[in-house]
């Protein structure tokens, strides 16, 4: 059973890669929706989210407002790192205890989907790291037109996160997302075929 750490730049289309390899048999452990689960009201995230920012982060039915956080880390990178040093110990052992999972399962491969995984140095509990990448002026413009944000606000959030020619230097496979889906599903197809099915 082969762990693949998936990742890609914000807007890259790291969720659609992982929705083509789920469908290829891949275990997919999505640390996305695992940090969602926790940040439910009574879970370990949302306990410690709201103990250190305060009650002006929760909406009015109680649940967390994401992009409030979001307002506030991405302006202040002491408040980042702190999110992150709560975050990730939380969400990894999450995290594990999904693997241990996988391996009863037997599957294919296990797809770890991690955003920021070679940031967070979750990439040592794969055996490779597939980037989902785009040129710089498309990742802006996807990400522009998906969440509706203005040049300076998606420059931002990708300046937030690590460069991708440094995740292109460390992963082990490099997908060029930047033509269509159907491009996308062939070269995951090709790529499933060689280093899945041949070993």
Known sequence: MKIIGLTG???????????????????????????HGLQQPGQALYEGLVRHFGSGILRADGSLDRPAIGR????????????DDFTHPVILAAVKARLAEARAAHPPAVLLDVPLLLEA??????????????PHE??????????????????????????????RRRA??????SGTEEDLKAALRRLWRERIDAT
């Open 9 to 35: 730049g914000i807007a890259c289309g790291k969720s659609t890669a992982a929705a083509i390899l789920r469908s290829l048999g891949a275990f997919h452990i999505d640390a996305d929706a695992i940090a």
């Open 72 to 83: 506030i880390v991405f302006s202040d990178e002491k408040e980042r790192r702190w999110l």
């Open 121 to 134: 140095g979750w990439d040592r509990l794969a055996d490779e790291t597939w980037l989902i990448a785009l």
């Open 138 to 167: 498309v990742q802006v413009q996807r990400l522009m037109v998906r969440n509706g944000y203005s040049r300076m606000e998606a420059e931002a959030r990708i300046a937030a996160q690590m460069p991708l020619a440094e995740k």
């Open 172 to 177: 082990t496979v490099v997908v060029d997302n």
